[in-house]
């Protein structure tokens, strides 16, 4: 067993797990694998991103008249995790606060990272503690990207995510990184959002009413996952504006900062507030298949 990688097995399943960012960096069966392979288009996989969701406003947080630098979707991305278990269908990585990320984000807190393969899927479970004196701002998000398509050859159009319920409310696009004033139009024509590179010309479409719980990203035949998720209340869909071979499904808490707000991060939209020596538990599953 490798330090820095861990590889679960269920099944005919295998998921592999890196301790840097605590980042999910496979998951296949015996003939798909599922989980893009960080090429060229984006060198990631399915980044954690706490403890901010997207952009602020100058790359700026704002707390108690301070001022620290706080990039894209956070730094657990780009942290080290510690191992806390390692088995054959489960491991739990933690990354807490230290001398780096307080620089950044002067809170204190601990996430964990539990991973859990079984015959069907994968199920990821995040538990984030205030373990300071004041409260925790924070948001987190899930950024993993898959195939697409699944299955070589196949035109990316073939694709449709399904979701649970039909999604009719407006959503919302980033400019510039953050979150564009006004609403637009819904893509989705019912319960299903056909795929295609064009949608993605605004950078991500974001789902901050949605009312689904689960989606099915998949083509009329072969392989298929269903992404579901509990605690999360808002869902990105990304790919690169350019074109590239992957798509992210991503289950949010949290979004980046409204265009014009420049207030103290406590006070930014979409956040969390947790209680000095509480938690917040969140988890998203991929189940997998093929027809």
């Known amino acids: 067993m490798r330090d820095d990688t861990h590889t679960l097995r269920g099944g005919s399943l295998t998921a592999t797990i890196k301790a840097h960012g605590a980042e999910l960096c496979s998951l296949k069966d015996d003939v798909t694998e599922f989980v893009w392979q960080a090429g060229?288009?984006?060198?990631?996989?399915a980044p954690l991103l706490f403890p901010i969701v997207g952009r602020l406003a100058s790359d700026e947080l704002r707390h108690r008249g301070k001022t620290y630098r706080?990039?894209?979707?956070?730094?657990?991305?780009?942290?080290?995790?510690?191992w806390t278990e390692r088995g054959e269908r489960r491991c739990t990585l933690v990354l807490e606060d230290n001398e780096a990320t307080r620089a950044r984000y002067p809170f204190a807190f601990r996430l964990?990272?539990?991973?859990?393969?079984d015959d069907a899927g994968?199920?990821?479970?995040?538990?984030i503690a205030n373990t300071g004196r004041e409260t925790l701002p924070a948001s987190i998000g899930g950024h993993?990207?898959?195939?697409?398509?699944?299955?070589?050859?196949l035109a990316k159009e073939s694709y449709a995510l399904t979701f649970a319920s039909a999604e009719l409310s407006p959503v919302r696009r980033l400019d510039g990184?953050?979150?564009?004033?006004?609403?637009?139009?819904?893509?989705?024509?019912?319960?299903?959002l056909p795929l295609s590179e064009s949608l993605f010309t605004d950078d991500a479409v974001i789902f901050d009413q949605i009312e689904s719980h689960a989606v099915r990203y998949a083509a009329s035949s072969g392989p298929w996952l269903t992404m579901s998720w509990r605690g999360f209340r808002e869902l990105g869909v990304w790919s690169k504006p350019s074109g590239a071979p992957f798509i992210c499904i991503e289950p949010w808490r949290g979004y980046a900062s409204p265009a014009g707000f420049d207030g103290e991060f406590d006070g930014k939209p979409g956040l969390m507030h947790i209680a000095t020596g509480a938690e917040e538990q969140l988890s998203f599953r991929i189940e997998v298949g093929s027809s």
């Open 40 to 45: 060229a288009e984006w060198p990631r996989h």
């Open 70 to 82: 706080m990039t894209q979707h956070g730094f657990a991305r780009d942290s080290r995790f510690a």
């Open 112 to 117: 964990t990272a539990i991973y859990a393969l």
């Open 122 to 127: 994968l199920d990821l479970t995040l538990v």
């Open 144 to 153: 993993p990207a898959f195939n697409w398509p699944l299955q070589p050859g």
């Open 177 to 192: 990184g953050l979150l564009r004033p006004a609403t637009e139009p819904s893509p989705v024509k019912g319960a299903v």
